[in-house]
């Protein structure tokens, strides 16, 4: 990606019809030669900081109405002069200004995530700043912005700066003590030995919190199972307002996974609604059982719907479940007579009595929110996981297995040589994930993924 003193342009809004439209430009002289073809052309040069002006475009032999925001570096984005024209959303129109200004001037078409590049390079965002961006305009979820917002704001950088700076001093000490080699004795190998456990202790913790970009979730995928005729698809009807789900008293009317996409909390929710587990009664009924567990076992959450007015020896999963942790037990028809045995449950899928939920027949209220809710507050997504890229997790596992390599040169006298390599070689690792040690083909690799204008 070239970089030189050339101003850059490019459209920065979403191509397409709009009512408006932004067209960004950066680099030296770019206010000037902006205002050059707008009304209030001195008041604009002459701007000092962020400032707006309702102006006219007078090129192409039109007038075009536009807002004109001005940003004076090193106050703007990039740290240079920048100059945003928002104006009507037109493709014809945007594109032949765009053009017009690289034909009469200095001006070229910025590349791929070029603004931002510049940003990184000038000192604006660190290298893990940098690329949140994208991240955060390709967020799906609520959760994919959190996250993607943490790292834009400094939060991750602020968890891996203080441990960079400690591995630096170390490193920095050790450089020293490549003068004195021979006069290094038991107790300083010892301090130097404790520091790097201690920083060994960090990047632990530190990858520990870590959740991979694309680990974090889209899509959250909510299972209802449980016996056949427990009420699986009145429920599901009741959550959803459909009557996808077919309702019988006969055993096993479903036999299809039916699902549902809703948004709950500002997350987005595939509900599932799954054939009953039971005795097969012929060859579609025993695919479709396994067609279910299998799909039980993507699930993030599990709503098992119970029968209350059935005993619990008659409701049991053929298979003894292997996601104990992710399941929520419901109770239905909890306004009839009850012969489901609460401790049997309770001790089957290893939970307290105050954990169940409970359900009448005729019950309209929506079991689904709370167990959403519930579930949310007591798993990772509320957590602080930190996401990462996997280019940067690995070099968080890089620097790790330097710092036990120099634990290892420690214990195996090998020398402060071999020490020093390993201390440096951690702290490269991590100053690749900050963007203080980086090389142009990350750079091309981040930013090219880029969208051009941003």
């Given at each position: 990606m070239p970089l030189d003193n050339s101003i850059i342009i490019a459209?920065?809004?979403?191509?397409?019809?709009?009512?408006?439209?932004?067209?960004?430009?950066?680099?030296?002289?770019?206010i000037e030669l902006v205002?050059?073809?707008c009304h209030h052309k001195e008041t604009i040069v002459?701007?000092?900081?962020?400032?707006?002006?309702?102006?006219?475009?007078?090129?192409?032999?039109?007038s075009i109405p536009v807002y004109i925001y001005v940003m004076k570096g090193p106050a703007s984005y990039t740290r240079e002069d920048m100059i945003e024209l928002h104006m009507p959303g037109s493709p014809f129109i945007v594109s032949q200004v765009i053009t017009w200004f690289l034909k009469t001037s200095e001006t070229r078409l910025a590349e791929p995530g070029e603004f931002t590049k510049l940003a990184f390079l000038n000192g604006r965002?660190?290298?893990?700043?940098?690329e949140s961006v994208t991240q955060l305009i390709m967020s799906k979820s609520e959760q994919e912005y959190r996250k993607a917002l943490d790292a834009l704001t400094g939060r991750v950088s602020s968890m891996i700066e203080p441990l960079r700076e400690k591995i630096f001093f170390l490193a920095r000490d050790l450089t020293v003590d490549l003068d004195f080699d021979e006069e290094i004795d038991e107790q300083h190998l010892a301090s130097v030995r404790l520091t790097l456990l201690n920083i060994k202790k960090d990047l632990l913790e530190l990858s520990d919190k870590i959740i991979l970009e694309e680990e974090v979730v889209d899509q959250f995928q909510i299972i209802l199972c449980g016996p056949v005729n427990a009420g699986k698809s009145t429920i599901y009807n009741s959550?959803?307002?459909?009557?996808?789900?077919?309702v019988s008293d006969i055993k096993g009317t479903t036999r299809d996974i039916i699902k549902w996409e809703l948004e709950i909390n500002d997350q987005n929710v595939v509900l599932q609604d799954c054939p009953g587990w039971g005795i097969a009664v012929d060859t579609i009924d025993q695919k479709a059982q396994d067609l279910s567990l299998q799909t039980i076992e993507t699930a993030d959450l599990i709503l098992v719907i119970l029968d209350g007015s059935v005993e619990f020896s008659h409701q049991k999963p053929v298979k003894p479940p292997q996601w104990l942790g992710r399941c929520?037990?419901?109770?239905?028809?909890s306004d009839l007579p009850q012969l489901i045995d609460i401790n049997e449950i309770c001790e089957y899928f290893k939970i307290n009595e105050n954990e169940l939920m409970y359900r009448s027949k005729f019950?309209?209220?929506n079991l689904l929110y709370t167990a959403f809710e519930k579930f949310i507050e007591e798993s990772e997504l509320s957590s602080s996981k930190t996401q990462?890229?996997?280019?940067?997790?690995k070099e968080v596992f890089d620097s790790l297995s330097a710092i036990e390599l120099a634990v290892e040169a420690v214990d195996n006298g090998i020398g402060v040589d071999a020490i020093e390599f390993e201390v440096r070689r951690s702290l490269y690792s991590l100053s690749r994930i900050t963007g203080d040690e980086v090389d142009e083909d990350i750079l091309t690799s981040i930013f090219e993924s880029f969208c051009i204008g941003k």
């Open positions: 459209q920065s809004s979403s191509v397409g019809k709009s009512p408006r439209c932004i067209v960004r430009f950066s680099g030296k002289d770019s205002a050059n073809v002459n701007s000092v900081g962020y400032r707006f002006y309702d102006s006219s475009l007078n090129c192409l032999s039109l965002l660190d290298l893990i700043q940098a959550i959803t307002g459909d009557t996808s789900a077919i929520q037990i419901i109770i239905n028809k019950e309209k209220n990462l890229s996997a280019r940067q997790q």
